[in-house]
Nanobody, 124 residues
Framework: QVQLVESGGGLVEAGGSLRLSCSASGRTFGSAAMGWFRQSPPGKERELVAAISWSGGSAGYADSVKGRFTITRENNENTVHLQMNSLKPEDTAIYYC????????????????WGQGIQVTVSS
């Protein structure tokens, strides 16, 4: 059974930092693009905030987080991280880790592996 499990979320004051981690099990994603979506409020369309290529050599970010968030990966650990700095109240959301096993450099498949999501709350 393939699982993506997020950790590191929680409550932080505006201007603070959090580091999300996503650990994969059940298969390796060393050749897959991986990324992070977020959703707020529940029911709203999920936003892709960061994605990273299989090698970690290229990454992309939503304009709303560019310069504040950094995505990295450790293929030997089957793990991807999202370092979030200078957090704002509008970053409050449920964050989801995803893997696109059909693409190695971008997140574009309609069939993604999803984590269960983790809450990030930024207080003003």
């Amino acid at each position: 059974q393939v699982q993506l499990v997020e950790s590191g979320g929680g409550l932080v004051e505006a201007g603070g930092s959090l580091r999300l981690s996503c650990s994969a099990s059940g298969r390796t994603f060393g050749s897959a693009a991986m990324g992070w979506f977020r959703q707020s409020p529940p029911g709203k369309e999920r936003e892709l905030v960061a994605a990273i290529s299989w090698s970690g050599g290229s990454a992309g970010y939503a304009d709303s987080v560019k310069g504040r968030f950094t995505i990295t990966r450790e293929n030997n650990e089957n793990t991807v991280h999202l370092q979030m700095n200078s957090l704002k109240p509008e970053d409050t959301a449920i964050y989801y880790c995803v893997a696109d096993a059909e693409h190695s450099t971008v997140i574009q498949s309609p069939k993604l592996y999803w984590g269960q999501g983790i809450q990030v709350t930024v207080s003003s």
